[in-house]
C-alpha cells in the first residue's frame, strides 16, 4: 500500500505496536520508532493493528538511537517495507543521498511505500534560504521532504511557517515542526500552511522529540483548525 500524503496524516509516534489500539480514535497512521523497540522486527511480526504504519529507524547521529552502522541499518528499513501494514518508511535526508542510501530508496519503492526523507536540527532554525533549500532538497529526494528544527524564538517558528508555504506553493510536499517550546504551536498551525504530517505521542510523557503535543490534543488542535 502506498500513501500519497494528499492530504494532512495525524502519526501517533511510539516504541511499541501494543500502543496502536488506544491510537485508532484520533490517528491515521501509527509511527513505529524501530530504534526505541526492544525488539522491533519481532513486533512487525505480530502486528495485527488496524492503522498502517509509518517506520522510522532514527540513527543516533541524527537524534534517534540507533546504533547500528548504516548498511544494518538501511537493511532493516528495507525489511521493514515488505510487511504488508507498512505505507511509509523515513530515512534521513544525508542517508538517501548516500550510494547506499539511493539504493535502499529503490528498494523500499520496489515494496510500494513512501519515503520521507527527513532532516532534524535539535540546535537552531536556518536561515529562510536554507530552510527552502533543505525543503525542496528533501521532497525531490523522498515522496516527503520534512524538516523539524529547534524554534528558538517566535520569530524562527514564523520563518518556519513561512517556508512550509512557499515549498507548498512550488508544488513540493512537505512536513515541517517547530521543536521546542517556541515551535510547538507550528505543530498545530504548520498544516494550514501546506505540512502534510504531524506526530503526537498517543500519551502525554511518552513524547518521542521536544514541544510534541499529545495525540488527542494535536488531533483536536488540527481539525478545529
Known amino acids: 500500500m502506498f500513501l500519497s500524503f494528499d492530504s494532512f496524516v495525524l502519526a501517533a509516534s ?20 524501530m530504534d526505541l523497540a526492544d525488539d522491533p522486527l519481532a513486533e512487525l511480526d505480530d502486528y495485527d493493528g488496524t492503522l498502517p504504519l509509518l517506520v522510522t529507524n532514527r540513527a543516533s547521529w541524527e537524534g534517534g538511537e540507533s546504533e547500528a552502522d548504516e548498511e544494518g541499518r538501511l537493511a532493516s528499513l528495507e525489511r521493514a517495507a515488505r510487511y504488508d501494514a507498512v505505507v511509509a518508511v523515513d530515512v534521513e535526508l544525508n542517508a538517501l ?20 526523507a527527513s532532516v532534524h536540527d535539535f540546535e537552531r532554525t536556518p536561515a529562510t534560504s536554507e530552510l527552502r533549500r533543505l525543503l525542496h532538497e528533501a521532497a525531490t529526494v523522498g ?56 506526530y503526537a505521542p498517543v500519551h502525554a510523557g511518552k513524547e518521542t522529540a521536544p514541544g510534541q503535543y499529545d495525540l488527542e490534543s494535536l488531533a483536536h488542535l488540527t481539525e478545529s483548525l
Open 143 to 198: 515522496d516527503v521532504g520534512k524538516v523539524a528544527v529547534t524554534a528558538n524564538s517566535r520569530h524562527d517558528a514564523l520563518r518556519l511557517l513561512e517556508a512550509t508555504h512557499a515549498a507548498t506553493a512550488w508544488g513540493d510536499t512537505v512536513a515541517t515542526m517547530g521543536m521546542g517550546e517556541a515551535g510547538k504551536h507550528t505543530r498545530a498551525v504548520a498544516p494550514v500552511y501546506g505540512s502534510k504530517i504531524g
Open 97 to 116: 543521498e548516500t550510494t547506499r542510501g539511493v539504493t535502499a530508496a529503490e528498494r523500499l519503492r520496489e515494496s510500494n511505500v513512501a519515503v520521507i
Open 14 to 33: 511510539t516504541a511499541t505496536l501494543a500502543a496502536e489500539p488506544a491510537a485508532r480514535e484520533h490517528a491515521d497512521v501509527v509511527e513505529f520508532r
